[in-house]
């Protein structure tokens, strides 16, 4: 299937918000409650900041929330942090089998 | 605490085949599904694989699908990724990723360092 569609890049300034969009399809994003996102900083693995659309793992700063409507999924950091600068990947489950995921083509954050 | 260690990445001639390794450590291995993702230089995320707890369900995606297997022994705490025909696309580095799964949805909540996989033109 398809790559779910990210917006290649997104910035704001220190403190304020920035919102990343991950659009998929009815039968992915749209279909089920398995939208995560990952935060991944240059050279390192992936880490897991959101789950099941809107839940934090334990330790992952309440400045970090998630959202869905219809087929587009939304991940919002407040406050921006120096620290947030990096790219961020949606990903959801995508039927047909249980273990069939599909992520986000990737969005680069920058902290102004 | 979690531990996924990946080995077995190198440079391999275009046609030829590795095998990855992914040592898992700090849970209980044969309770969780499992999954290959890889990172070409500079690209997104792709999703190439996964195999359930017990081995009894894989899943592959198109790109790889006859060309790579996913395995695991359960005795060993270890999962492999058995890949041939190996073509310069294949290029990546490979991340052994555990999935969490609660009652309503499953996500990928632990990533190893990755395993670099060089197919040269």
């Known amino acids: 299937q398809s790559a779910l569609t990210q917006p290649p890049s997104a910035s704001g300034s220190h403190g304020q918000s920035v919102t990343i969009s991950c659009t998929g399809t009815?039968?992915?994003?749209?279909?089920?409650?398995?939208v995560s996102w990952y935060q991944q900083h240059p050279g390192k693995a992936p880490k897991l900041m959101i789950y099941e659309v809107s839940k934090r793992p334990s330790g992952v700063p309440d400045r970090f929330s998630g959202s869905k409507s219809g087929n587009t999924a939304s991940l919002t950091v407040s406050g921006l942090q120096a620290e947030d600068e990096a790219d961020y990947y949606c990903?959801?489950?995508?039927?047909?089998?249980?273990?069939?995921?599909?992520f986000g083509t990737g969005t680069k954050v920058t902290v102004l | 605490e979690v531990q996924l260690e990946e080995s077995g990445g190198g440079l391999v001639q275009p046609g030829g085949s590795l095998r990855l390794s992914c040592s898992a450590s700090?849970?209980?291995?044969?309770?969780?599904?499992m999954h290959w993702v890889r990172q070409a230089p500079g690209r997104g995320l792709e999703h190439v694989s996964g195999v359930s707890n017990n081995g009894g369900s894989t899943y592959y995606a198109d790109s790889v699908k006859g060309r790579f297997t996913i395995s695991r022994d359960n005795s060993k705490n270890t999962l492999y990724l058995q890949m041939s025909s190996l073509r310069v696309e294949d290029t990546a580095v490979y991340y052994c990723v555990r999935t969490y799964c609660s009652s309503t949805s499953c996500t990928f909540d632990n990533w190893g360092q990755g395993t670099l996989v060089t197919v040269p033109s």
């Open positions: 009815s039968s992915d994003v749209g279909g089920y409650k398995y």
């Open positions: 990903s959801s489950y995508a039927g047909s089998n249980k273990l069939n995921y599909v």
């Open positions: 700090g849970f209980t291995f044969n309770t969780y599904d």
